[in-house]
T-cell receptor, first 116, second 114 residues
Framework: KQEVTQIPAALSVPEGENLVLNCSFT??????LQWFRQDPGKGLTSLLL?????REQTSGRLNASLDKSSGRSTLYIAASQPGDSATYLC???????????????FGTGTRLTVIP | NAGVTQTPKFRVLKTGQSMTLLCAQD?????MYWYRQDPGMGLRLIHY???????AKGEVPDGYNVSRLKKQNFLLGLESAAPSQTSVYFC?????????????FGPGTRLTVL
């Protein structure tokens, strides 16, 4: 069974700082990897998706990398802002053969607080 | 487009009661998923569907049933609710089988079973 771990569980940084969130997984045979943002009491918003053949994806101030061989992904946030405060979730996809379904295995998240 | 919507947003049940959670999507997606989120644990897959009329078990299916009678709707049922089913339930959908098809999530249903 795929196990996904996110470290640290919580992180506080001053505004403007660059930061890295970490995600590790136990089974390297992944289909894809998604990073989500979750605000308190809200649903999940997809930030970035990295396909299994890719090494990284970028969107604005966000950059996600993937190293399947070591079972690691990182989410880099540049020039952090108070509006970035949220919980960030990493999810590893497993393709279900003959169905095409992509079942996601989630980490427990990193709760980020950006201090003005 | 509303995306993925869930009904209701909150619900309190007594042990043994039944209820149905409704998920609807207006993106014409084939694939739909039900997850539960509990404190200290990552989201876990309950059931999923690969198209109208199909359902399959996920990681934690016990105590739940699902139906996908229409492509746009995915229903999650609790026949006899238990306190262990107190959780936040999320529905998600995606368009296809390619590995670049992201899942889109609804706002969640917070369920408390007393």
């Amino acid at each position: 069974k795929q196990e996904v771990t996110q470290i640290p569980a919580a992180l506080s940084v001053p505004e403007g700082e660059n930061l890295v969130l970490n995600c590790s997984f136990t089974d390297s045979a992944i289909y894809n990897l998604q990073w989500f943002r979750q605000d308190p009491g809200k649903g999940l918003t997809s930030l970035l998706l990295i396909q299994s053949s890719q090494r990284e994806q970028t969107s604005g101030r966000l950059n996600a990398s993937l190293d399947k061989s070591s079972g690691r992904s990182t989410l880099y946030i540049a020039a952090s802002q108070p509006g970035d405060s949220a919980t960030y979730l990493c999810a590893v996809g497993r393709n279900v053969l003959r169905t095409g379904a992509n079942n996601l295995f989630f980490g427990t998240g990193t709760r980020l607080t950006v201090i003005p | 487009n509303a995306g993925v919507t869930q009904t209701p947003k909150f619900r309190v049940l007594k042990t043994g009661q039944s209820m149905t959670l409704l998920c609807a999507q207006d993106m014409n997606h084939e694939y739909m998923y039900w997850y539960r989120q509990d404190p200290g644990m990552g989201l876990r897959l309950i059931h999923y569907s690969v198209g109208e009329g199909t359902t399959a078990k996920g990681e934690v299916p016990d105590g739940y049933n699902v139906s996908r009678l229409k492509k746009q709707n995915f229903l999650l049922g609790l026949e006899s609710a238990a306190p262990s089913q107190t959780s936040v339930y999320f529905c998600a959908s995606s368009s296809g089988t390619s590995d670049n098809n992201e899942q889109f999530f609804g706002p969640g249903t917070r369920l408390t079973v007393l």
